[in-house]
Each structure stands twice: as C-alpha cells, then as structure tokens.
C-alpha cells in the first residue's frame, strides 16, 4: 500500500492526465470545427458554439473527475491518518502497561533487597555477639586454666609437705 502522500502526488498526476486528455479532445473538437468552416455564417457560428459548449462540458468533467480524485485521496489519507493514530495510542498504552509492571517489579525487588540488608544486618549483629561471647568464653577458659595450674601446683605442694 502506498504512503499518503503518494496517493496524494499519484491523485494529482492522473488529474493531470485527465486534464490533459479533456483539453486535447476539446482542442481537437475546436480544430474539427474551425477546418469545416465552409458554409454560411450562421452555420459557422452555430457548430462552433457547439463546440465550445462541448469543450465546456468536457472541461466540466475533467475538472469535476480532478476534485473527486483529491477528494478520494485525501479522504484515504485521513483513513490512513485516523490508522496511525489509532496504531500509535495501541502501542502507547501497550508501553505504558510495560512501564508499569516493571516499576511493579523494581518496587518488589527494592523490598526484597531492603528485607535481606535487614536480615544480613541482624545476622551480622548476631555473628559479632557469638565472637565476643566466644572470645569471652576462650578468655575465661584461659583464665581456668591457669587457676588449674595454679591449683594442681598448690596442691603438689601441699602433697609434698605430708
């Protein structure tokens, strides 16, 4: 299918042609008619009125043939128009939908990735806790260890006093 635009050019060049067409035949009838002037006045006047109320008629019809062509072809390039526009608000509305929904799932995401900052944060808070709880139980098994040591010497000592 052609481009509006070249329906238009292509409704203007066969309102050429037709013109064109209309202005030769009416030529051709007034060439017709001034050759056979051979007769009386009246006569004369008479075919050539004729004529030029056929070039008239045929000039009539070639213009009216031109407006209706442009007016068939600019009412193919609103149709077409009305197409595109129609075409363009389906696409539109189609992106807009799609925009939504993925600001939808970026919205989900955001949340999902605040929750797990959440999670690693408490579990982080949780990990340094078990370390301190951990450090403090290694201390306070050094800190037996050496009561032990210090004890199982006393007690060695006191074993060798008896």
Do not use: C, W
Not at 24 to 35: E, H, L, P
Not at 64 to 78: F, G, H
Not at 92 to 108: K, N, P, V
């Amino acid at each position: 299918m052609l481009p509006p635009d070249q329906h238009l050019l292509a409704a203007i060049d066969a309102t050429a042609i037709g013109l064109a067409a209309a202005f030769g035949v009416a030529t051709a009838v007034i060439a017709a008619v001034a050759g056979t002037r051979i007769g009386r006045a009246r006569a004369e006047q008479s075919v050539a009125s004729r004529a030029n109320q056929e070039a008239r008629r045929v000039i009539d019809d070639a213009t009216a043939r031109a407006k209706e062509t442009e007016l068939t072809a600019e009412r193919a390039a609103s149709e077409r128009r009305a197409a595109v526009d129609r075409e363009v608000a389906t696409a539109l509305a189609g992106m807009q939908e799609s925009q939504e929904r993925a600001q939808r799932i970026q919205d989900t995401l955001e949340r999902k990735l605040e929750r797990i900052a959440e999670r690693e944060s408490r579990l982080d808070a949780q990990e340094q806790a078990l370390a301190a709880r951990a450090k403090d139980a290694d201390e306070r098994l050094a800190a037996l260890e050496r009561d032990r040591t210090a004890l199982q010497s006393r007690i060695s000592q006191i074993a060798g006093l008896s």
